[in-house]
Nanobody
Framework: QVQLVESGGGLVQAGGSLRLSCAASGRTFSNYAMGWFRQAPGKEREFVSA????????SYADSVKGRFTISRDNAKNTVYLQMNSLKPEDTAIYYC???????????????????WGRGTQVTVSS
């Protein structure tokens, strides 16, 4: 499995921006599809975004579409989540995840991820 460490979380006012980073180590990063998930207090973890190994295809949850952008730099073994126009309802712990056996049918819908980071807290104040 690949090891994942998230960073970049913090406290921001509504309408502000944050960029999350996820550094990977342990395996060949470019073999993995990558994703971001989040879990708000009292709620189940939900899919946010995913990106294929090449970065050529991305997907987003409807709740973040048009505001969040996922990207990756395989030379740096890092995946990013640029979050703009943040809302209080975006408050959650954000988790980075890797899919070692990606499939367009599942990965882009948030299924099949088998390695997880420990998360980074994002808090959006109103």
């Amino acid at each position: 499995q690949v090891q994942l460490v998230e960073s970049g979380g913090g406290l921001v006012q509504a309408g502000g921006s944050l960029r999350l980073s996820c550094a990977a180590s342990g395996r060949t990063f470019s073999n993995y599809a990558m994703g971001w998930f989040r879990q708000a207090p009292g709620k189940e973890r939900e899919f946010v975004s995913a990106i294929t190994w090449s970065g050529g295809r991305t997907s987003y949850a409807d709740s973040v579409k048009g505001r969040f952008t996922i990207s990756r730099d395989n030379a740096k073994n890092t995946v990013y989540l640029q979050m703009n126009s943040l809302k209080p309802e975006d408050t959650a712990i954000y988790y980075c995840a890797a899919d070692s056996n990606p499939s367009i049918l599942t990965t882009m819908r948030g299924f099949g991820f088998d390695s997880w980071g420990r998360g980074t807290q994002v808090t959006v104040s109103s």
